[in-house]
């Protein structure tokens, strides 16, 4: 039976808000725009779903952007993380990624842990690489987008033990649908997650004394 442990990616695997790093690319303006559209959707002050393209819309990111957001993933890594990730594999767990952010930026920093299912947003580039869409039908561009993510993965794979952990409330909708949910503080501490989770943690690593023994 498979044991599956899902990160969330912005402010757990990696110290940066990858959205809010490609509005700094598109400038000021924009960058104070969306940075204040974030904070409230991940406060729960409003719904994902509403930010969602209006955020898009504004910075309109291309192809190159996002793989300068992708090296900063990279560079801004959680200190812990690799060693966790190897460890949790080396023990049975397969790790994914189920995040609100876009799966091409998201890559570089998935392939450096060794994580290969990423359930991120797609989106989509004209032949010159400009933002050309996203999927809209995906389900992390909405409340309840992780939830659902989480009872697709049950139905497909039925595991025995499946955990979540995450810094924002998008990640705390999966406490109900996940065997034991974790916050992550190490960056960003919400006090909704850290009543609302069964443990909170501020590094990664400390998940092997829980999860590998
Ligand atoms: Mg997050």
């Known amino acids: ?20 790093e490609l509005a700094r690319l598109a400038g000021d303006d924009i ?21 969602f393209a209006k955020r898009l819309d504004l910075i309109q990111p291309t192809r190159e952007q996002c793989a300068l957001v992708g090296q900063m993933y990279l560079e801004q890594i959680e200190p812990t993380a690799k060693e966790t990730i190897r460890t949790l594999q080396e023990h049975g767990w397969e790790c994914i990624i189920i995040s609100g952010g876009f799966t091409p930026c998201i890559e570089p920093l998935a392939a450096e842990l060794g994580i290969t299912r990423i359930e991120a947003v797609p989106l989509h580039f004209s032949e010159n690489g400009s933002f050309s869409g996203f999927d809209e039908d995906y389900p992390t561009t909405r409340n309840g987008g992780k939830p659902e993510i989480i009872q697709q993965i049950k139905a497909e794979s039925q595991p025995s033990q499946l955990v979540m952990i995450g ?33 909170s943690i501020y590094l990664l690593k400390e998940l092997l004394d829980i999860l590998t023994k």
């Not at 442990?5 to 940066?16: E, G, K, N, Q």
């Not at 991940?42 to 719904?47: E, P, Q, V, W």
């Not at 990640?171 to 501490?189: A, H, I, R, S």
Request: proline fraction near 3%; aromatic fraction near 10%; charged fraction near 25%.
């Open 31 to 51: 960058f104070r725009q969306v940075e204040d559209l974030t904070t409230q959707a991940m406060d729960g002050s409003i719904a994902i779903e509403d930010v």
């Open 1 to 20: 039976m498979k044991k599956i442990i899902a990160f969330d990616c912005d402010s757990t695997l990696s110290a940066i808000e990858g959205v809010d």
């Open 167 to 199: 810094d924002g409330v998008s990640d705390l909708e999966t406490q109900p649908f996940v065997n034991k949910f974790f916050g992550y503080l190490g960056y960003t501490p919400r006090e909704r997650v850290k009543q609302g989770a069964n443990q």
